[in-house]
Structure formats: structure tokens, C-alpha cells
């Protein structure tokens, strides 16, 4: 097992972000949410960039982050896989936003709203508990779709072992979840933008 497998990121606080935010030192924000969560809220001058975009384009991406990054999600959990997957391309300065945009929120820091979305751990919850439901009524009928639903049991055990979610990057992947603009390239274009705007 890898070093970076076993060591926890390095956080930060939402007070912490604010006033470096406040300062005028604000790091590099990725918010690693679906195009969905992020178009709902986020925090102002941060950039998606899902998190499986990340993984597959993670070499490219990190040519485009010399400065320090805060990564961003929900509660913490999607930021903390972009870091490690950030880290093994050798990034320096990562750190994840300590509870993810709830905390932010919550510390009543400024947020940019559009329109409402479930966000991904929700729309988990309806799919996995409809499914369950739906076979557990249904084997009234036919016996053996009690196995479905101890598979959905089994896959959100594991799920919450290794703090990943397959049904969840599937649900990601579906129109609902996607936007236009969050491609590699425009991305990057976006990245570079602001760069030169920092030089």
C-alpha cells in the first residue's frame, strides 16, 4: 500500500478558506461535485471539474495547477479521492475543504445559487432504497428477487468500506448530472484563463 493510500489529506477549515479568500491569497478552488451539484451551489471563483474527469485526465489537469489547491465536494469524501489522485501525478499544496461545501455553507460563507438539483447522495438513496423496495414487494410474488435486494444491501456496505460509490459514479454519468460546458477541453481553457489573470 502506497504512502498516499494510508495517509489522511491535509484539510482546511471553511473559516481558513474565507480568509484566505478575504486576503486575496485564495488557492486554486476545484470543485469535484457533478455539473448538477456544482450549477445548484458553489463557492464563488471555483472551477468543476468532476471527479471522474479528474481521474481519467489527471496528467493534463496538473500541467494547469502550479499554485496551491483547495478540492472541493459535499462533505469531504470526492475530494479526498481527487487528492489522491492529484498527489500521484507529484502536485504539491492539495488540500480538501474540511466537510465540503455543507461546511462551507453552514459557516455561512458566500455561496453562488442556481438552479436546485438533488445532489448525488441523494439521488443514491432513491435509486438504492426504490430498488430495494421494489424487490422486496415484488418477492411476495416471485421468491427469488429478495437477492436483489440483498445485492443493493451488499453494494452500499461496500460502498461505505471503501468510501466509494459505483452506483453513484453511474448516476454522475447520466444527462441529469452532466452540463455542456464540463469538458476537458473547456476545462483547461478556464484554467488558463485565470492563470493569466494571475500573472
Request: hydrophobic share 40%.
Amino acid at each position: 500500500m502506497s504512502t498516499s493510500e494510508t495517509t489522511r489529506p491535509a484539510t482546511l477549515d471553511a473559516t481558513s478558506l474565507r480568509e484566505l479568500i478575504d486576503s486575496g491569497q485564495a488557492p486554486r478552488l476545484l470543485d469535484v461535485r457533478t455539473p448538477a451539484e456544482f450549477e445548484t451551489s458553489h463557492i464563488p471563483g471555483s472551477y468543476n471539474v468532476p471527479l471522474d474527469l479528474l481521474k481519467e485526465h489527471r496528467a493534463e489537469l496538473r500541467n494547469h495547477l502550479d499554485e496551491d489547491v483547495v478540492l472541493i465536494c459535499r462533505s469531504g469524501a470526492r475530494a479526498g479521492q481527487a487528492q489522491q489522485a492529484l498527489a500521484e501525478t507529484g502536485l504539491p499544496n492539495l488540500k480538501v475543504l474540511n466537510g465540503g461545501i455543507m461546511a462551507w455553507q453552514a459557516a455561512n460563507a458566500p455561496v453562488k445559487q442556481g438552479a436546485q438539483r438533488w445532489d448525488l447522495e441523494r439521488q443514491v438513496r432513491l435509486v438504492a432504497g426504490s430498488i430495494v423496495l421494489a424487490s422486496v414487494v415484488g418477492s411476495v410474488f416471485v421468491p427469488g428477487l429478495k437477492w436483489v435486494a440483498g445485492f443493493i444491501g451488499a453494494g452500499l456496505t461496500f460502498a461505505a468500506v471503501t468510501n466509494t460509490c459505483a452506483m453513484g459514479m453511474m448516476l454522475g454519468k447520466l444527462p441529469y448530472n452532466r452540463g455542456a460546458s464540463c469538458d476537458l477541453d473547456t476545462i483547461v481553457g478556464q484554467l488558463r484563463e485565470s492563470a493569466g489573470g494571475r500573472a
